[in-house]
């Protein structure tokens, strides 16, 4: 049998000498050819048993050459292995389809390589002989690419589809046809507390779960993102059914428990839901994203549904907001905190507030996330401090003034409170509220942010306590004074057991660290006659006092 003979074709003169030297021990005839169109001919005359081709090329790239080997009856069993400086997941997926034997990256390892080249010498060799037998060169390379696009398509935890299936299948979707999106409320959290092997196992299991609750031909299942996972429904009957079918998993979920090793992992749903055909997935994810924000367990959206602010709202709000800016038209408005064994006022909430020209009040829901969007947000939040500081500077009330966790690692607001306080002679009656629900990923720069302004005597409360499971991993973590229980526990402790169950565990742990308990959203007076038998400190809400534009002496 006559030496194998292999044909080097690249433009690189360093790139043809690697592979040279990496070959100089086997008992190879090189040829070489520097670009894909003397490469061609040289196949055309030779006939080699394999080609080693690099991708990116003048004139012809090797892709090109590719689909001209392969096009061709004489050349198309020949093998080609792609070498390339790009060594992706994408990559590799383009070059089998592209009709290549195999791919390496640069730079190879040599050992690798060898055993490649011999490989697919061997099955080119023995193609007639092995062309019956079910590992045939055909199969094993069908095979190979088979396994490579099921990778690309699956996710490697749960097995699930992933989102990249997802967008494939949905452009196969009948007029009759639904997806929904679920995120584990928190899960980032649940990853902290017990860690990143118990969270993967939590996935799974969920994801078994998952697949238990909607069984059937009608149900596709996915995980398109960490926490997140997608059900595509073939046929669905209706909003009314998409409705029944996101409440049932939302409230079997809220009945049981995810069992991982010794764990009994008690999980949270928010769902997103569309049947808007023609964009479902961008839409679902909408809808998810509006679910989230206005703190609901559920949403789908349809034709009918909007955003809540529109392009047209974003500019509307975007000048209303420089307007504001401009002529000083943003005020803090104080809602009162009782002491609930005195029954006075000691502390306030400063809330911000547009008053417009012609005395309309503008609450924050209307401006203030757009404010983010718009770079408005940091004066918007100077003008808080600078006039909720002048307001208070000469009582003795405490105040609180809401910041998010991305306020106190942004230098630019962070130096001008530490300069405030500075000079401020109340500094030790200002308390900086974080909002519990805020994701904290740095956690280095808020603890330095903390430390900081406790060294002018000032406190630290977690607000809307409660309403994630990031509640003691924060408490925890962070040097908090005060905690302020969610009013979605609070209001409805007059007939909800649960809330009164959760209530009583908060104050009870808060009560073992010495931190002070605030109930917000006290409604009325049978709620506040149980936030007070319950031994809450603090209680804020309209039945004590709303938000006023001066200060109740």
């Given at each position: 049998?006559r030496q194998p003979?292999i044909l080097?074709i690249?433009?690189?003169?360093?790139?043809?000498?690697?592979?040279r030297a990496?070959l100089?021990?086997?008992?190879?005839?090189?040829?070489?050819?520097?670009?894909?169109?003397?490469g061609?001919?040289?196949?055309a005359?030779?006939?080699p048993d394999?080609?080693?081709m690099?991708?990116?090329?003048?004139?012809?790239s090797?892709?090109?050459?590719?689909?001209?080997?392969k096009?061709?009856?004489?050349?198309n069993k020949?093998?080609?292995?792609?070498?390339?400086a790009?060594?992706?997941?994408?990559?590799?997926?383009?070059?089998l389809e592209a009709g290549a034997?195999?791919?390496f990256s640069?730079?190879?390892d040599r050992?690798h390589l060898?055993?490649?080249i011999?490989?697919?010498?061997?099955?080119?060799?023995?193609k007639?002989?092995?062309?019956?037998?079910k590992d045939?060169?055909?199969?094993?390379?069908h095979?190979q690419?088979?396994e490579?696009?099921?990778?690309?398509y699956t996710?490697?935890?749960t097995m699930?589809?992933n989102?990249s299936q997802l967008?494939?299948d949905i452009?196969?979707?009948?007029?009759f046809s639904?997806?929904i999106?679920?995120d584990i409320?928190?899960?980032?959290d649940?990853?902290?507390?017990?860690?990143?092997?118990?969270?993967?196992?939590?996935?799974?299991?969920f994801?078994?779960?998952?697949?238990y609750a909607l069984?059937?031909?009608?149900?596709?299942?996915?995980?398109?993102?960490?926490d997140?996972?997608a059900?595509?429904?073939k046929?669905?009957?209706?909003i009314n059914?998409l409705?029944d079918l996101?409440?049932?998993?939302?409230?079997d979920?809220?009945?049981?428990?995810v069992?991982?090793q010794?764990?009994?992992?008690?999980?949270r749903?928010t769902i997103?839901?569309?049947?808007f055909?023609?964009?479902l997935l961008?839409?679902?994810?909408?809808?998810?994203k509006m679910?989230k924000?206005r703190n609901?367990?559920m949403?789908?959206?349809?034709?009918t549904?909007?955003?809540?602010l529109?392009?047209e709202?974003?500019?509307?709000?975007?000048?209303?907001?420089?307007?504001?800016?401009?002529h000083?038209?943003i005020?803090?408005?104080?809602?009162?905190?009782i002491?609930?064994?005195t029954?006075?006022?000691?502390?306030y909430?400063?809330?911000?507030?547009i008053i417009?020209?012609?005395g309309?009040?503008?609450?924050p829901i209307?401006f203030?996330e757009i404010?983010?969007?718009?770079?408005?947000?940091?004066?918007?939040?100077?003008?808080?401090?600078?006039?909720?500081?002048k307001k208070?500077?000469?009582?003795?009330?405490?105040?609180?003034i809401?910041l998010?966790?991305?306020?106190?690692?942004?230098s630019?607001?962070?130096?001008?409170?530490?300069d405030?306080?500075e000079?401020?002679?109340g500094?030790?009656?200002?308390?900086f509220e974080?909002?519990?629900?805020e994701?904290i990923e740095?956690y280095?720069?808020?603890?330095?942010?903390?430390?900081k302004?406790k060294t002018y005597?000032?406190?630290?409360?977690?607000?809307?306590?409660g309403s994630?499971?990031?509640n003691?991993?924060?408490?925890l973590?962070l040097?908090?004074d005060?905690?302020?229980?969610?009013?979605?526990?609070?209001?409805d402790?007059?007939?909800d057991?649960?809330?009164?169950?959760?209530?009583k565990?908060i104050?009870?742990?808060?009560?073992?660290?010495?931190?002070?308990?605030?109930?917000?959203?006290v409604h009325?007076e049978?709620i506040?006659?149980?936030?007070?038998?319950?031994?809450?400190?603090?209680?804020?809400?309209?039945?004590?006092g709303?938000?006023q534009?001066?200060?109740?002496?």
């Amino acid at each position: 049998m006559r030496q194998p003979v292999i044909l080097i074709i690249d433009d690189n003169d360093d790139s043809r000498l690697a592979i040279r030297a990496a070959l100089r021990k086997k008992n190879y005839i090189l040829l070489e050819a520097q670009n894909a169109e003397d490469g061609l001919r040289v196949i055309a005359r030779q006939k080699p048993d394999l080609v080693i081709m690099d991708v990116i090329m003048p004139k012809m790239s090797g892709y090109e050459a590719l689909k001209h080997i392969k096009a061709n009856e004489e050349t198309n069993k020949i093998p080609v292995l792609i070498v390339t400086a790009l060594g992706s997941m994408d990559e590799k997926i383009i070059a089998l389809e592209a009709g290549a034997d195999g791919l390496f990256s640069k730079p190879f390892d040599r050992v690798h390589l060898i055993e490649e080249i011999e490989t697919l010498i061997t099955l080119y060799r023995n193609k007639l002989q092995i062309i019956e037998k079910k590992d045939s060169l055909d199969n094993v390379l069908h095979r190979q690419s088979e396994e490579l696009v099921h990778y690309y398509y699956t996710d490697a935890l749960t097995m699930l589809p992933n989102r990249s299936q997802l967008i494939k299948d949905i452009k196969n979707v009948n007029e009759f046809s639904s997806l929904i999106l679920i995120d584990i409320d928190s899960f980032k959290d649940i990853v902290y507390f017990y860690g990143h092997e118990i969270g993967d196992v939590c996935l799974k299991i969920f994801a078994s779960k998952l697949k238990y609750a909607l069984e059937g031909d009608n149900y596709t299942h996915y995980r398109v993102a960490g926490d997140v996972f997608a059900i595509l429904i073939k046929k669905c009957k209706g909003i009314n059914y998409l409705s029944d079918l996101i409440n049932n998993l939302i409230e079997d979920t809220r009945l049981s428990y995810v069992h991982c090793q010794i764990h009994e992992i008690h999980i949270r749903l928010t769902i997103g839901g569309s049947m808007f055909q023609s964009e479902l997935l961008i839409s679902a994810e909408k809808a998810l994203k509006m679910a989230k924000k206005r703190n609901k367990s559920m949403l789908i959206y349809h034709e009918t549904f909007h955003e809540h602010l529109s392009y047209e709202q974003n500019i509307y709000w975007i000048n209303k907001i420089k307007d504001a800016i401009h002529h000083d038209n943003i005020y803090p408005f104080f809602q009162p905190i009782i002491n609930n064994k005195t029954n006075k006022i000691e502390k306030y909430e400063c809330l911000v507030r547009i008053i417009d020209r012609d005395g309309t009040i503008h609450l924050p829901i209307k401006f203030l996330e757009i404010s983010q969007k718009s770079r408005n947000y940091a004066s918007i939040t100077k003008t808080m401090i600078e006039k909720a500081f002048k307001k208070l500077e000469n009582t003795a009330y405490e105040f609180s003034i809401n910041l998010s966790a991305k306020d106190m690692i942004d230098s630019d607001i962070t130096e001008y409170i530490y300069d405030k306080l500075e000079n401020y002679s109340g500094r030790n009656r200002v308390i900086f509220e974080l909002l519990e629900s805020e994701g904290i990923e740095n956690y280095d720069d808020v603890y330095a942010f903390i430390e900081k302004v406790k060294t002018y005597g000032c406190k630290i409360a977690i607000d809307d306590f409660g309403s994630g499971y990031s509640n003691f991993i924060h408490l925890l973590k962070l040097k908090v004074d005060i905690i302020k229980i969610d009013g979605s526990l609070i209001r409805d402790l007059d007939h909800d057991k649960n809330a009164q169950i959760i209530v009583k565990t908060i104050i009870e742990f808060a009560n073992n660290l010495n931190i002070l308990t605030v109930a917000e959203f006290v409604h009325s007076e049978a709620i506040q006659e149980i936030v007070k038998k319950l031994n809450v400190d603090f209680s804020q809400g309209y039945y004590l006092g709303q938000p006023q534009h001066e200060i109740l002496d």
